[in-house]
């Protein structure tokens, strides 16, 4: 797993941070947003929800949007493709879960401003994947994300094909 952040100035437009994140890490910031939200909507319903599983929901589908990508499905994986500055912000942190890829987008702080806006975007994959397989290839604004599924990446022979 590469974990070095990657920077782009492609002719002088906006720079973008692009890094790996731990999806340990990731969960925990997420599930932080949507407790933090679903907590939001409990106080301005007051009680309206029937329990907080339902404030959970509602948060976590207003929290995490879905992300806006090409998906190009292979043998031993998928190479997810897109434009990062859809995100609109100046970093994006990269997590790959086993049936999931979530972007956290950060916008710099200002002087307005003591904490970033997190930016989240979620694609479901269409195969169970290993997560620190992903590689992550920047070239200016467009990321190209390959993930390998777990078969693949451990050497066993994917099932025959039907002929």
Known sequence: MRNDPAAVDHRGEHTISVKIMSPAECCKIVAALIAKHASEINRRRA????DGMDAWQ???S???DPL?????KK?????????SSSIGTSEIEVCAEPRRLILLGWHKATDRQDKRDP????LMLPDEVEPSSMSIRQEGPILDIELHTALARKGTPSAPKAT
Do not use: K, M
Request: glycine fraction near 10%; include cysteine; hydrophobic fraction near 50%.
């Open 58 to 60: 509602l948060a976590q």
């Open 68 to 72: 806006s990508c090409g998906i190009l």
């Open 47 to 50: 009680g309206i929800l029937a």
């Open 75 to 83: 043998d031993d994986g998928c190479l997810v493709t897109l434009d």
């Open 119 to 122: 930016v989240v975007r979620v």
């Open 62 to 64: 207003e929290v995490e």
